[in-house]
């Protein structure tokens, strides 16, 4: 496709579900991050993942987040027993390069914990 | 510990007039600074990159400014439209991967 792709646009969960947003990148894109963005605030990192190997998941908020890219283009993010707390917009974004050039973000999928 | 401060209060601007925009930070030493656009419901959309060895960057009616020393950089939007109107992001790149960090980001909004 031509941009960054995710679904689903929108996620309301009852708490103590699990949830999985899924990302498509650019075709051929290295890299691709996980940030969460709450109400008013910047996007915050969550995981970064270089092809298949996820290289950093020092942002993710607790062991109720995985995420994984197994064949290095499409990346699922998992959140267990969702809560209150985790109701934010999870963006993804991917670049053509391991470093200093730009990301191109996806729409993002707000989630909504009731 | 590592703080990227940028105005979190709004910026109004007339129509026609050079919008500037502060990024600060601390405890950091970025490779690259990147300036980035984010309209409501939307993801952020890259606008410039510059390298720490780059003192000034301009595309169109865009420029940015990154001194090291100071550890700030300006945005500046020359002739600024209301469609300008939006959030822009201060994101710090430290190099080796592209483990960006945003600021908290600054919205503009343009005044016909």
């Known amino acids: 496709g031509a941009g960054v792709s995710q679904s689903p646009r929108y996620k309301v969960a009852k708490r103590g579900q699990d949830v999985a947003l899924r990302c498509d990148p650019i075709s051929g894109h290295v890299s691709l991050f996980w940030y969460q963005q709450a109400l008013g605030q910047g996007p915050e990192f969550l995981t970064y993942?270089?092809?298949?190997?996820?290289?950093?998941k020092s942002g993710l908020p607790s062991d109720r987040f995985f995420a994984e890219r197994p064949e290095g283009s499409v990346s699922t993010l998992k959140i267990q027993r969702t809560q209150q707390e985790d109701s934010a917009v999870y963006l993804c974004?991917?670049?053509?390069?391991?470093?200093?050039?730009?990301?191109?973000f996806g729409q993002g999928t707000r989630l909504t914990v009731v | 510990s590592q703080k990227i401060e940028q105005n979190s209060e709004a910026l109004n601007i007339q129509e026609g007039k050079t919008a500037t925009l502060t990024c600060n930070y601390t405890?950091?030493?970025?490779?690259?600074l990147q300036w980035y656009r984010q309209d409501p419901g939307r993801g952020p959309v890259f606008l410039l990159l510059i390298r720490e060895n780059e003192k000034e960057k301009r595309k169109e009616r865009l420029k940015v400014t990154f001194d090291t020393t100071l550890k700030q950089s300006l945005f500046h939007i020359t002739a600024s439209q209301p469609a300008d109107s939006a959030t822009y992001l201060c994101?710090?790149?430290?190099?080796?991967?592209?483990?960006?960090?945003f600021g908290i980001g600054t919205k503009l909004q343009v005044i016909p």
């Open positions: 974004a991917s670049s053509s390069r391991v470093e200093g050039t730009e990301a191109f």
């Open positions: 993942f270089q092809n298949e190997a996820q290289l950093d």
């Open positions: 994101a710090l790149d430290s190099g080796g991967y592209q483990k960006v960090t």
């Open positions: 405890n950091y030493s970025p490779a690259y």
